[in-house]
């Protein structure tokens, strides 16, 4: 006897009065129970995608084995059965696509994969148990007398009671072919108002104005069967679609009063999706903590710890001393190749993204992946000068004729200031590119000025300004252009955002000098990043100034378009206590084109200047409803949510 056989015949012997009795449906509970468990840890926007697949799954497997135990004939019992069969294959294909994505770990995936083998070879036992019941050769239910007499008797009342049953069976079949129509137009109505779905999402990403709201429904030989109507509502912000829903209902032409009504949210995904997208080479510090997916078209060394994938366009790369690698030999250290990487040709070449530390989830490691078109994903700045200035939508603000603007945003009000008189500090090192530059330098190409062969890296900070007003933000066009250097916030004063605004700083007047943003202050959301949101692009650098809070909070999408993120190094022997800041929390998205940084250290890995403490994490409320002009990954909408109403 084999071991499911075993268990079989211990399930048939034991008493089993309810459906809970049956071990598959006990094993398969388990199933469902686990199901759920692995599904919370998946990002947010599978909820309506593989989450829900696998959890309806699931709960089918259990569903159909308690409706097959409900069933009188073993035959519907059968049937019931094998359907759980069904779900539980569309299960195990639903946990591979889950593990190869990088939802859940290898050991997950085999341990929830035993569970369903376990499940099907239970399952398989009471299907051959069932059959075994069935009938293998017809039997006979009377045996005739001989009496001719008797014989007539039992025709005349069998044909009788045969009449009678074949009227109440025509009577039967009526009543049934009426509700099965009734049940085929009302899966036909579903079908048909999910084509209006796609109908409008069509109308949508082919730019068609006057999509109709009332169409037809031909089936494939060119008859109408019903139609669709269509109503929208639509997030707009100076003039362009952000997103919109659309409630579709269908019907067919025999029975109208059949209706089904759909809900759909169309939106594009933003480049929220990413806790970060650069395109550089990019050193994570041991510090820094990132929930969110992290992307850079460079290799990656990631010492951090994150939560989700971490992706790289390379294979491998080059990890020079600014990234804490060298040729000299293998190890940990100054000058060394870690044992990740290997030396070629006196170079430390390392996988596209590798890691030093035990902080990092390796699984979640993916390279090489496409490259992001990172020209792709920048802001058109000229539309939105062109937005603010010539239209008048939003708010416009020309170059100032001095150093720049000076700016805290406090709910519906922005305060500007011009920034009159600045005070340089130097003996700073910056990033360019990958690049890292530090005053005394020998004078290169990335060097944005020289004297006497050695590089000069400084920075303005604000000495004195003139108040301009508080301008009110238009509550249908968040956009806000500057022509011009930006300081945002105070050390002591946060700005609070209030809706959905978006601020530029960029030189359009034809001159080759690019604009910096410089954040001073923490930049909290008024209520939440449900109904709140920001997004601050910069022609070149978005830097964290030096006079910045201790404990700095930014909430938002930043995009440095031509330049870096970070902060810059201030030696601590003449900006100490400035120098070294305690925490950085980022709730959103960085997109750089240069290296990102906002903390350095010396060559013994202690830290010399920036944050000691660093958390980054994405913000899914801002994946599908951004700010205006903040860019998306992709140019078409989709159906990120939908239910029947």
């Known amino acids: ?89 569309e299960l195990q294909n639903q946990l591979l696509i889950a593990k190869d994505v990088g939802y859940i770990s290898k050991q997950k995936f085999e341990e929830t994969l035993a569970q369903t083998v376990k499940v ?66 009302w899966h036909e109505a579903f079908n048909i108002a999910e084509a209006g779905l796609e109908y409008y ?93 992290y992307h850079s078209n460079g290799g ?62 390796r699984d979640l490691f993916l390279y090489p992946v496409p490259q992001f078109d990172f020209a792709g994903i920048t802001v058109d700045l000229a539309q939105v000068k062109k937005t603010t200035k010539d239209y008048g939508m939003g708010l416009y603000f020309g170059p100032s004729g001095a150093f720049g603007y000076h700016v805290v945003v406090n709910g519906d009000y922005i305060n500007v200031k011009k920034v009159t008189q600045v005070r340089i500090i130097d003996d700073l090192c910056t990033v360019v590119n990958d690049k890292i530059i530090c005053q005394g330098d020998p004078c290169t190409s990335e060097c944005s000025r020289c004297l006497w062969g050695k590089c000069i890296v400084e920075e303005p900070v604000i000495k004195s300004e003139t108040d301009l007003g508080n301008f009110q933000i238009p509550s249908d066009c968040g956009a806000i252009f500057f022509e011009d250097n930006l300081w945002i916030g ?32 923490s930049i909290e959301y008024a209520s939440s990043s449900q109904v709140d949101g920001l997004t601050i692009i910069s022609q070149n650098n978005l830097l964290i100034g030096l006079y910045s809070p201790n404990i700095t909070n930014l909430k938002g999408i930043f995009i440095a378009q031509n330049g870096f993120f970070g902060r810059n190094y201030y030696p601590c022997s003449k900006y100490s206590p400035y120098c070294i800041r305690d925490q950085l929390t980022i709730t959103g998205s960085i997109v750089s084109s240069g290296r990102v940084g906002t903390q350095w250290t010396n060559q013994g890995g202690q830290i010399i200047s920036g944050y000691l403490n660093r958390e980054t994490y994405v913000d899914p409320n801002l994946l599908y409803n951004p700010p205006i002009f903040t860019p998306f990954l992709s140019s078409e909408f989709k159906i990120v949510g939908w239910e029947e109403l």
Request: proline share 3%; glycine share 8%.
């Open 120 to 185: 099907h070879k239970i399952i398989n036992g009471l299907i051959k148990k069932s059959k075994s019941f069935l009938p293998t050769s017809p039997s006979s239910f009377f045996q005739l007398p001989n009496s001719k007499g008797i014989i007539i008797s039992y025709v005349l009342v069998f044909g009788v009671i045969f009449l009678i049953m074949l009227a109440g069976l025509l009577g039967f079949i009526l009543t049934q072919l009426r509700i099965s129509n009734q049940k085929i137009a």
């Open 201 to 293: 999402k069509w109308c949508l990403n082919n730019n068609v104005q006057n999509c109709s709201t009332t169409k037809s429904y031909y089936d494939a030989s060119g008859k109408e069967i019903g139609k669709f109507e269509i109503q929208f509502e639509s997030n707009q912000s100076c003039g362009k679609l952000i997103s919109q829903k659309v409630v579709s209902v269908g019907y067919t032409s025999k029975f109208p009063n059949l209706k089904r009504k759909i809900s759909a949210f169309y939106a594009k995904e933003s480049v929220a999706k990413y806790s970060y997208i650069l395109n550089s080479n990019i050193w994570v510090g041991a510090d820094h903590v990132i929930k969110g997916p």
């Open 300 to 361: 990656i060394r990631f010492d951090g710890t994150n939560y989700s994938t971490v992706s790289s366009a390379q294979s491998s790369w080059v990890c020079t001393s600014s990234f804490g690698c060298g040729p000299k030999g293998v190890g940990y250290g100054l000058g060394l190749c870690p044992p990740e990487c290997q030396i070629i040709n006196f170079q430390c070449v390392c996988p596209g993204v590798f890691s030093t530390t035990k902080n990092s989830n």
């Open 1 to 89: 006897m084999n071991k499911e056989e075993g268990s079989m015949k211990k399930e048939i012997k034991k008493k089993i009065v309810k459906f809970t009795d049956l071990e598959a449906w006990q094993e398969a509970h388990r199933l469902v129970l686990a199901i759920y468990e692995l599904t919370k840890k998946f990002p947010r926007e599978e909820i309506f995608g593989l989450s829900n697949q696998m959890r309806r799954a699931g709960v089918s497997i259990t569903s159909n084995i308690a409706e097959g135990f409900g069933r009188n004939s073993l035959k519907e019992k059968i049937k019931f059965y094998l359907m759980a069969q069904g779900s539980l294959t």
């Open 490 to 521: 105070n050390e002591n004063q946060t700005s609070t955002i209030k809706g959905k605004i978006t601020i530029v700083s960029a030189n359009l007047t034809g001159t080759s000098q690019k604009t910096n943003v410089w954040f001073q202050g």
